[in-house]
């Protein structure tokens, strides 16, 4: 594995992670009206979801790609129209508006917040299309067999999205201000939208 293409992924996974979507922002809302703690165990069972992704991408795409260069090649372009696809709904997003308030809910069954990320995250299909367009930018079909990369990414953005979600726990209520600014939202958006262009035009520029 080019450890240059591993950089470069942690890099585009922290970029992804950080910008606004379904999983922070579910972090976010529950770290500022439940507390950080309800934020960080509900962190671990989502990015615990990421395993069972890597696994369906990892071993769906290796058997593509010992199968068929044809079909590979194919999915590729499909995962690059997917990025594009994801910018597009992106660009359609509206600012979200998130209460400063503590309620009085029992944060004692810790199982239950972290199955409740785990579930969240495992039972999103969109999560498994997006592992299956953004990880093929980082496999190279020299050196480490593609299941071993695969694993190795999958990994990594494991280790990246639960230190960026505690710090998102940690920090929510400070930064509820900021959060609460439509300002935020719309640079946000559209900084989420430049990053998931520039991943698909990336990926066609490797195909070709």
């Known amino acids: 594995m080019d450890f240059n293409l591993l950089i470069a992924f942690i890099g585009s996974s922290a970029l992804l992670t950080i ?69 597009y709904n992106a660009s359609q997003e509206k600012p979200i508006l998130l209460e400063n308030s503590k309620d009085s809910q029992d944060l004692s069954g810790w ?3 972290i199955r409740t990320g785990f579930f969240m995250n495992v039972l999103n299909p969109k ?19 593609v299941p071993m990369q695969f694993s190795v990414l999958g990994f990594s953005f494991l280790v990246q999205a639960i230190i960026i979600f505690s710090i998102i726990s940690a920090v929510a209520g400070r930064l509820s201000l900021y959060l609460n600014s439509p300002y935020f939202w719309i ?5 989420k939208v430049s990053i998931l262009i520039g991943l698909a035009v990336f990926l066609i520029i490797e195909l070709n």
């Open 127 to 145: 999560v498994t299309l997006f592992f299956i367009a953004f990880f093929p930018q980082f496999i190279t079909k020299e050196g480490w067999p």
């Open 19 to 87: 910008m606004p979507g379904p999983d922070n922002i579910f972090v976010l809302t529950q770290s500022i009206t439940r507390g950080a703690k309800t934020g960080i165990l509900i962190s671990i069972g989502l990015v615990s979801g990421i395993v069972v992704h890597t696994t369906i991408a990892a071993t769906g795409l290796s058997l593509l790609l010992q199968q068929s260069v044809f079909i590979y090649q194919a999915i590729l372009y499909t995962g690059a129209l997917y990025l594009l696809f994801l910018a």
């Open 111 to 113: 199982q239950k917040l």
């Open 187 to 191: 640079i946000a958006k559209w900084v």
